[in-house]
Nanobody, 110 residues
């Protein structure tokens, strides 16, 4: 029901843009965002953005990542700049109350 795309392999210092969209017949989602899970670690919050409210970011990505809602209903983007090897993870799109995308791999090489 949530389709994520945009992951890939990039060198440290590079940039990637993740996109996520819900299927067209979905109700309006209040909060959308991104989580990530690195190998051997728990899934963690990256950023959330409620409708018409300020976004929230994990401390580890503040100043480097920007989350935004698209003009189309139920779309969300994550602009990732100055990527670091520790950003390597599977990134999951999230939609409240408990909807998840399939995950997209982001790999940052040093």
């Amino acid at each position: 029901q949530l389709q994520a795309s945009g992951g890939g392999l990039v060198q440290a210092g590079g940039s990637l843009r993740l996109s996520c969209a819900a299927s067209q017949n979905f109700f309006s989602i209040n909060v959308m965002g991104w989580y990530r899970q690195a190998p051997g670690k728990q899934r963690e919050l990256v950023a959330l953005i409620p409708t018409n409210e300020q976004a929230n970011y994990a401390d580890s990505v503040k100043g480097r990542f920007t989350i935004s809602r698209g003009n189309a209903k139920n779309t969300v983007y994550l602009e990732m700049n100055n990527l670091k090897p520790e950003d390597t993870a599977v990134y999951y799109c999230y939609g409240s109350p408990a909807y998840w995308g399939q995950g997209t791999q982001v790999t940052v090489s040093s």
